[in-house]
């Protein structure tokens, strides 16, 4: 039996992040939370998630993103970022983040299940010596 996949969320709102751990829990995931993103780098080395859900992209956050981008074993690993708004765009010249899925608000339930899935499926297979799982995602 293949162990739980572990995911930290980060979040300004304790109570929206609670209500999705339970979401996640519910669907068999390891869920570890703060809303603290100075705690987050602590966290990460210590939980070693799989995923990375960040609740709103705000400059605190963008920290958290940095660090793990930064972190030679979590530079592949996938981040989920919840938000209300979309903001701008990429420009052209532009390009977005290695794993990096925007999620605007309402997130429905059952696509956001499989795009985790997905998402952490594709960067086990691949990382170096992890053997690939296949999982597959039907349309949302």
């Known amino acids: 039996m293949s162990e739980k996949t572990k995911i930290l969320l980060v979040g300004d709102n304790w109570d929206f992040l609670q209500l999705l751990a339970a979401v996640l829990k519910k669907h068999g995931f390891d869920v570890a ?34 660090f793990a981008r930064s972190e030679p074993a979590f530079t592949n690993t996938p981040i989920f970022i919840i938000t209300d708004s979309m903001g701008d765009p990429p420009r052209e010249n532009e390009t977005m983040p290695v794993n990096w899925h925007v ?38």
């Open 103 to 140: 999620c605007p608000k309402p997130v429905p339930r059952d696509w956001f299940i499989a795009s985790i899935q997905y998402a952490v499926a594709t960067a086990r297979a691949k990382a170096p010596g992890h053997p690939a799982e296949k999982t597959e995602v039907g349309d949302p």
């Open 33 to 66: 939370a703060t809303t603290d993103p100075l705690d987050a780098p602590a966290l990460v080395r210590q939980f070693q998630p799989d995923i990375i859900i960040l609740d709103e992209l705000t400059q605190r956050s963008i920290c958290v993103l940095h």
